[in-house]
């Protein structure tokens, strides 16, 4: 259950209502979900935010394999049961290969993975694993990607440790239906 309680949209005052339909139509979905109700408890961070978190998605520099690749280790390394099940699935929908998505999984990175997702993975684990990134890792990743690209692959990385601290501290549930394939 979660620690706090799930905002409605009519519980929101105007200005909290636009911020309750802008994350809804960022993420071109017809409800606002469970974690982002959550958030909505501090209406103006959470738009601030749930922002930053659509324009990484929607707007990256970043392919859109590499990018959902990344996203699948920033959830495994948190343990991420939400944002694990729906960006494996978004993963591999963008040609992340089953083998790659399992590697990430089970703890078995690089095995398996792609020469261009051995960089990413490469970039991101010393980053959350030893808070740190050697020069080398962001050489290799700002070569692949060009320097938008990485500012978006450490913008991304922040992003979704900030909405998985969320998850840590709020709990919130998974969405009804959902089961984690974590």
């Given at each position: ?13 105007a200005?909290?209502?636009q ?16 974690q ?10 959470a ?13 990256s ?7 959902e ?16 099940t729906a960006?494996?699935?978004?993963a ?13 999984r ?43 690209g990485v ?11 900030a909405?998985?601290v ?17």
């Amino acid at each position: 259950m979660a620690r706090v309680p799930y905002v409605e949209r009519e519980e929101l005052d105007a200005e909290g209502q636009q911020i309750y339909d802008r994350i809804r139509s960022d993420r071109n979905s017809p409800t606002v979900g469970l974690q982002f109700r959550a958030l909505l408890n501090s209406p103006k961070a959470a738009s601030y935010l749930t922002s930053m978190g659509a324009q990484l998605r929607f707007q990256s520099a970043i392919p859109d394999n590499l990018k959902e690749f990344a996203i699948i280790v920033v959830a495994r390394e948190w343990n991420s049961d939400i944002e694990w099940t729906a960006h494996a699935a978004l993963a591999a929908k963008a040609g992340v290969s089953a083998a790659s998505i399992e590697a990430v999984r089970t703890r078995k990175v690089p095995a398996g993975l792609t020469a261009d997702e051995k960089i990413i993975a490469g970039f991101v684990l010393p980053l959350l694993q030893q808070k740190a990134l050697p020069d080398e890792a962001f050489a290799a990743a700002q070569k692949l990607l060009g320097t938008r690209g990485v500012v978006d692959l450490t913008l991304t990385c922040s992003y979704y440790t900030a909405i998985n601290v969320a998850q840590v501290a709020l709990k919130p549930e998974m969405e009804p239906g959902k089961v984690s394939t974590l």
